[in-house]
Nanobody
Framework: QVQLVESGGGLVQPGGSLRLSCVAS????????MEWYRQAPGKERELVAL???????GYANSVKGRCTISRDNAKRTVYLQMNSLKREDTAVYYC??????????WGQGTEVTVSS
């Protein structure tokens, strides 16, 4: 079992920045992939960014150039740095750990609201 705890969400003005954190209850070193998803009101959950154990990274087109995903294995933490935030970035952001092809875990989410 793996518990994931996200933090760092909040209210921010358009153009602002936030850094989300996801702390795992055990080492993430060997996890296949760590991912950030988001779900806006009335919309389906969508993948925002991912980082594989080998270090390769991917982003949704909607956040490319504005977000950076990173991981600190020693701290069991994955980060999502979000810059130049837009109103359409408003959502609940979830962390997902894909331990193996058949084992994955989700955090409880952290809410991001972009509004003036």
């Amino acid at each position: 079992q793996v518990q994931l705890v996200e933090s760092g969400g909040g209210l921010v003005q358009p153009g602002g920045s936030l850094r989300l954190s996801c702390v795992a209850s055990r080492s993430i070193f060997s996890f296949n992939v760590m991912e950030w998803y988001r779900q806006a009101p009335g919309k389906e959950r969508e993948l925002v960014a991912l980082i594989r154990s080998g270090g390769s990274i991917g982003y949704a087109n909607s956040v490319k150039g504005r977000c950076t995903i990173s991981r600190d294995n020693a701290k069991r933490t994955v980060y999502l740095q979000m810059n130049s935030l837009k109103r359409e970035d408003t959502a609940v952001y979830y962390c997902r750990a894909v331990v193996t092809g058949t084992e994955d875990y989700w955090g409880q989410g952290t809410e991001v609201t972009v509004s003036s």
